[in-house]
């Protein structure tokens, strides 16, 4: 079967920035799939299914990222993936949580 | 930022023998406290502000580490302090696995990005398995603290 790649950007919407609770939620769905999953900020490449990875993106709020996705439920990984960023993550952005 | 600009190491516990999440919390934020690095006043409100945090998902990120922490008003900048269990505690983490090495974070509420580097300086080290596996290893303070100036220098990899 032909390698899926898909891209797309994502911006942090978050007042705290990607602090762990993100990061976690991030990384329990990137591995419900089987694709790769990749997250890009500049130069630097991560793998979107390890919170320690993600965490040291180091983003913070209004940081564009750009996912990446190889294989074949790329398609639906960005998706999903995607709606979280936008979603805000349904998470808290008190000031005791991180 | 470096690991020993906000490590503490006086307060770093190299043995620490506890039974539960709880319990090693509560002694990592007494040793904070003792090396008068929090206030006697406010060591109820960080730690229950820490087991506060665990409840909206444990910080028992997997690999047997855990990242215990909480932005709070009473420190200016940010403040943190390691312990490793030797026999492993229950964290209930995301793995399922047990924790051997806790780095505990407290940041000011008002600086979420000294917070995000804190946690991203932190997550940077504990991916590197030399580092997390010297971090086992090692029996003394003067251990830990000679370890994360190495990882600080990049002498590591």
């Known amino acids: 079967m032909r390698e899926n790649r898909v891209q797309g950007p994502v911006t942090v919407d978050l007042e705290n920035g990607l602090h762990l609770v993100p990061c976690s939620r991030i990384a329990e769905l990137a591995s419900r799939f089987d694709c790769q999953i990749r997250i890009l900020k500049g130069d630097l490449e991560v793998d979107a299914k ?6 040291t993106l180091e983003a913070t709020c209004g940081e564009n990222l750009v996912l990446a996705a190889s294989g074949i439920d790329a398609q639906e990984a960005v998706y999903q993936l995607t709606k979280l960023f936008t979603s805000g993550f349904e998470v808290s952005n008190g000031s005791d949580v991180g | 930022m470096k690991l020993t600009d906000f490590v503490v190491p006086e307060a770093i516990l190299p043995d620490l023998r506890v039974e539960s999440k709880e319990e090693a919390i509560r002694q ?6 003792t090396n008068g690095k929090i206030e006697p006043d406010d060591e109820e409100g960080i730690l229950s502000a820490i087991l506060k945090r665990e409840e909206l998902g444990s910080t028992g990120i ?4 855990a990242v215990p922490h909480t932005k709070h008003p009473s420190v200016t900048q940010l403040v943190s302090t390691v312990a490793l269990v030797r026999d492993g505690v229950d964290f209930a983490s995301l793995d399922g696995e047990p924790v051997h090495i806790l780095f505990l974070l407290i940041s000011p509420p008002d600086r979420p990005g000294d917070h995000l580097r804190g946690l991203e300086n932190i997550s940077r080290h504990l991916r590197n398995p030399q580092f997390c596996s010297f971090l086992k290893q090692a029996k003394a303070n003067s251990d ?9 220098d990049d002498q590591l990899e």
Do not use: F, K, Y
Not at chain 2, 144 to 152: G, Q, T
């Open chain 1, 50 to 55: 390890t919170i320690l990875d993600l965490m």
């Open chain 2, 28 to 33: 990592m934020v007494s040793s904070l406290c």
């Open chain 2, 62 to 65: 997997g690999n047997g580490v």
């Open chain 2, 144 to 152: 830990i603290v000679d370890l994360l100036r190495e990882a600080d």
